[in-house]
């Protein structure tokens, strides 16, 4: 059965760094990407980055400069990090599966809960 | 970026009626365009990908169609369970990019 759980901490201080874990089950890394999506309160969704099954990754131009996505294939797990937060990052956080080859059809047919992040002081 | 137009922003239709949601690409997308209902409080979940193909255990009331840059959803003889927010999504290139979502309401 697939799984994706994301896991961290719901509060972060204006300013400081946001980290995240996804923890998958069901199928590899190494032959899945994986993608984060988050979604502010109320609004609608933002790709934010993802992570190839051989390990590239690409970022949303308008959060490159703030975020960085890892894994660690031995632990079935990939991180998200984002510097510089502010109260419009405000939101859920959620990994979802995409396929190994960028011109598949077949992508983000599983979702994490998601992880409710609030940015506040 | 590729922007991509949802519409209409809600609707609120009778148990039984056809709905159709549309999504225009503004640029060539091909058949990179996935469907995603959202119920309050939950993760989306897939519905329609490569732009007509029905994911498995969705129901065949649940149709995906393009005509040129347009891309519509439809739901035949709507059911109460189908009430959502629907999303669609262009992945032909990066960044993806989402519309702007469809609120679906019972009359």
């Known amino acids: 059965q697939v799984q994706l759980t994301e896991s961290g901490p719901g509060l972060v201080h204006p300013s400081e760094t946001l980290s995240l874990t996804c923890t998958v089950s069901?199928?590899?890394?190494?032959?899945?990407?994986v993608y984060w999506v988050r979604q502010p309160s109320g609004k609608g969704l933002e790709w934010m980055g993802r992570m190839r099954y051989n390990g590239d990754t690409s970022y949303n131009s308008a959060l490159k400069s703030r975020l960085s996505i890892s894994r660690d294939t031995s632990k079935n797990q990939v991180f998200l990090k984002m510097n510089s937060l502010q109260t419009d990052d405000t939101g859920t956080y959620y990994c979802?599966?995409?396929?190994?080859?960028?011109?598949?059809?077949?992508?983000?047919?599983?979702w994490g809960q998601g992880a409710s992040v609030t940015v506040s002081s | 970026d590729i922007q991509m137009t949802q519409s209409p922003s809600s609707m609120s239709v009778s148990l039984g009626d056809r709905v159709t949601i549309t999504c225009r690409a503004s640029?060539?997308?091909?058949?990179?365009l996935s469907w995603y209902q959202q119920k309050p409080e939950k993760s989306p979940k897939l519905m329609i990908y490569?732009?007509?193909n029905l994911e498995d255990g969705v129901p065949s009331r649940f149709s995906g169609s393009r005509s040129g840059s347009d891309y519509s959803l439809t739901i035949n003889s709507l059911e109460s369970e189908d009430t959502g927010i629907y999303f669609c999504?262009?992945?032909?290139?990066?960044?993806?990019?989402f519309g702007s979502g469809t609120k679906l309401e019972i009359k």
């Open positions: 490569g732009a007509t």
């Open positions: 979802t599966r995409g396929p190994m080859y960028t011109t598949d059809y077949y992508v983000m047919d599983a």
């Open positions: 999504l262009q992945h032909k290139q990066y960044p993806f990019t």
């Open positions: 069901g199928f590899s890394l190494t032959g899945y990407s």
């Open positions: 640029q060539d997308i091909g058949n990179y």
